[in-house]
């Protein structure tokens, strides 16, 4: 690897530092080969969800379809003068990640360009190209060209991503409506939410989670302690949620403080040492 694809995944390490302490953490527990292209595919997911959640005083339309285009320029070009996107086209040619993911998420980005309110199939959707197929990219990471691994994994990569976004969207339903004017929960009103509405999207969660897990245990060797610890984390928010009313849920954002992330984290390091994640 040469100096400027070194320097380019450097810039998507921090990228991804600042932007998530979550799974920069869980980054850190993969083995080193897998870290830099992880790094890759967080910066560009992250930079793209930028253009259509912050830059509003641009044309975001044009700017999402300018990084649509060099995305895939840089892909088959297997260079970019973006350090962002000669990070991502480095994983996506080596890890063979297909076109249709990138595409997939792509998609969604301009739906939250062009969409406030979903249906039941855009909801579905959505969360297969914001969430699923980030899943899936990763995925490709962690196999390292084993498909039949992949195959067997991948509807549990599915099930996790589709559980952190919709958490994701429970967590942010305040931020998310009266910000940006989006409800992405299809039938349920945000002045009218109620703890019926909130117990069906929890079971849609738990169901994502059950199924996740199970693909977690059989991740390969150097990945499934990063995996697990992002897992944590996110059942961890899901479980105090849980226990936030529905009203309680549309004034504040919740969160979980540092001391409990490093506790999660310690505990999961715990397991690994035990092997207690295969049980």
Same mark, same amino acid.
């Given at each position: ?38 790094? %890759? ?32 320029? %840089?892909? @088959? ?94 967590? @942010? ?15 349920? @009103? ?90």
């Amino acid at each position: 690897m040469n100096l400027y694809d070194i320097t380019c995944l450097e810039c998507s390490k921090i990228i991804t530092e600042k932007y998530s302490t979550s799974f920069s953490s869980g980054i850190k527990a993969f083995h080193q080969r897998f870290r830099y292209p992880i790094y %890759a595919i967080y910066g560009f997911v992250r930079y793209a969800d930028e253009i259509v959640d912050t830059f509003h005083s641009h044309d975001q339309s044009k700017l999402i379809n300018d990084f649509k285009q060099e995305t895939f320029k %840089a892909i @088959d070009q297997k260079i970019s003068l973006n350090p962002v996107l000669h990070s991502f086209q480095y994983a996506v040619n080596k890890y063979q990640i297909e076109p249709a993911l990138i595409e997939g998420f792509l998609r969604s980005m301009e739906m939250d360009l062009e969409k406030k309110a979903y249906d039941h199939a855009d909801y579905k959707d959505y969360i297969y190209g914001s969430a699923e197929v980030i899943g899936l990219m990763c995925l490709r990471v962690f196999c390292e060209g084993n498909g039949q691994i992949y195959h067997s994994l991948m509807p549990m990569a599915r099930s996790l991503g589709s559980a952190f976004q919709k958490l994701n969207f429970l967590r @942010d339903m305040k931020t998310d409506y009266e910000d940006r004017g989006r409800t992405y929960f299809p039938g349920v @009103d945000f002045k009218n939410f109620t703890e019926q509405d909130k117990q069906r999207i929890e079971d849609e969660i738990k169901t994502d989670f059950d199924e996740a897990i199970k693909g977690i245990k059989q991740l390969p060797r150097g990945t499934k302690l990063g995996v697990y610890i992002a897992y944590s984390y996110y059942l961890q928010l899901f479980k105090k949620i849980r226990n936030t009313s529905a009203a309680v849920l549309m004034q504040k954002r919740i969160r979980l403080s540092d001391t409990r992330k490093s506790a999660i984290y310690g505990r999961a390091w715990l397991k690994q040492k035990l092997n207690a994640i295969n049980n």
